[in-house]
DNA sequence: CTGTTAGCGCATTCAC
DNA sequence: GTGAATGCGCTAACAG
């Protein structure tokens, strides 16, 4: 029976104008007296504005449009959890839509939002292609992307190259001198191309540094399992915990110990990396935190503001169980 | 620049009144010449319509509200999946607020979502107070709750005394005797109470089940080890696959080989329990096929139309590795 | 401090 | 078939 009341209605019950009970629900100037009044009222009935004629007619719509690759990934998970930190306490709601992994959808899902009015939109990007740019630029609203960055658009990312050779100086440091970096795609520049370089790089001259391509999930990472050990390494570095996941299993059932026999490493911090045997030791994210600055950039932008694309999230590596010092041949 | 074009600019463009526009936009009648301008004038403009103006004046929102205790969980990713599946197909946007596992919360995000002026709420609720029986009673837009039932409520949701009693009975046969169930508190009716009963009652005098108590989290299964160890079970039933990693990991750091020393199984049928060494038996829930019949089923019930409560969902033992006959001791 | 007035962009009578 | 007129519920000048 609620919902149907509007501000007529209860400004017909307290016998003032309705531009008065619009002030008082905008804090605007209004008496005491009728402020008394008008509270009454609106407890009594339960009323509730209409978002959608305060929408109309202020232009600012409050709706914030989010894009994410897949729902079902813990730092997917982290990440909305930071973004609907900030935007819950900036009364903000957000509409999500999911791309599945897909480019082409990801652009349309930002055509579909920016129809539903929102006032900005943060993509959570797989890839950003000609068609993200050349969207970016059109549309009157402010766009801000985070997994990947592009020099023509707006982003908030993890800083991957950082991450990358903060692993290849600690595995280098380790005397590991021939390693595997099971990592992927280059098409997700993010993991497949910073990330895995910025390992390289670090790791330089070191040793030998064998590429070995998968997907994100378990299943392939655990399939890669031979291929992986062909050259017999003395470590292998994934590019992220699930996928040091997979290959762990591989271990597992061909009885290779981790560390003695060879150390594993990945990247992420997620929780499910502390409870494997052994812990796995990783390079952490703070998604939580990269979701908070993202959201809190875009609302900057939303306004008017400038923001900063440098201000990384900090990175932390976390030494636990799996990773030991190489016990290097006699050479 | 895009936005600001409004059916009237487009009449104007075209020589004709805006009605004939809206006619357009909504099948009604219009002449073949007057269609085809229109429709070039749409296309040049990149026109869209205003979603709040056209909601404030229908009624119809298109707008379905869901309300989840948690991000980061591969359950409400999955249920996540199967609700949009629906809602996409069939024009729905949805808006999505996290509760926290916070029963309160809970209510406060349905208020929310109502005064958002959503066509209908989904609630993935982690507990039914009299509070939530009030608003659905009081609320003039369906509410349908998944995750937890309540006689006095619409819901769907996994018969989780069902598969309980599957794993009682499946645990009767191996000639388990002297077993651990490690499950959660009872204020998660569904979880908590349904699931266990389901359990103790297949179980029925096989032998004798002891219960230990913990939460959701990995972390907390894996510090219950040494209490769950104490009765020496010849198995341990946990009330997720998750519980199950943890005190997996407490098995690994004490030597108990599973499933030679303990048998150890879950619920859920999360892709994590097909790579853990060993492989979890488990019984998987599907999610996203719950997901989708209770997106169905509200849209159903915005229709007025009446929905099947009973209706549901299949369970499936998943027989892997970390289960064995129980060798029984000489009695 | 308050009421009156005028739209926001659209769908929908109702005459034409 | 089409256009003019009306109002959805609300905010924002504007004069009092």
Known sequence: MAGKVTIQDIANMCQVSKSSVSRYLNGGYVSEENKEKIKDAIEKTGFSENFFAKRLKTKKTCL???VIPRIDSVSVGKLLNGISDVFDANNYTSLIQISNLD???EVQCIQSLYQQGVDGIIVDSCGITKKHIEMAGQLDIPLLFT????EYVNYKVIDDYAAGAIMGKYFRNFKHRNVVFLGVSESDESVGIYRKQGF???????????FVETDFSFLAAYRKGAEVMKSKPTAVICATDNIALGLMRYFNEQQIKVPQ?????GFGGYDISSVMYPRLTTISFDYTLLGQKTALSLLRLINGE????QDEIPLKLIERDSVQMAVNEIE
Request: glycine content about 14%; charged content about 25%; overall charge neutral.
């Open 64 to 66: 914030i449009g989010i």
């Open 103 to 105: 480019s082409k959808k």
């Open 147 to 150: 997994g990947q960055k592009n």
């Open 200 to 210: 390289i790089d670090a790791f330089g001259d070191a040793g030998t540094v064998r």
């Open 261 to 265: 026999d060879v150390s594993l490493a």
């Open 306 to 309: 400038e923001i900063n694309l």
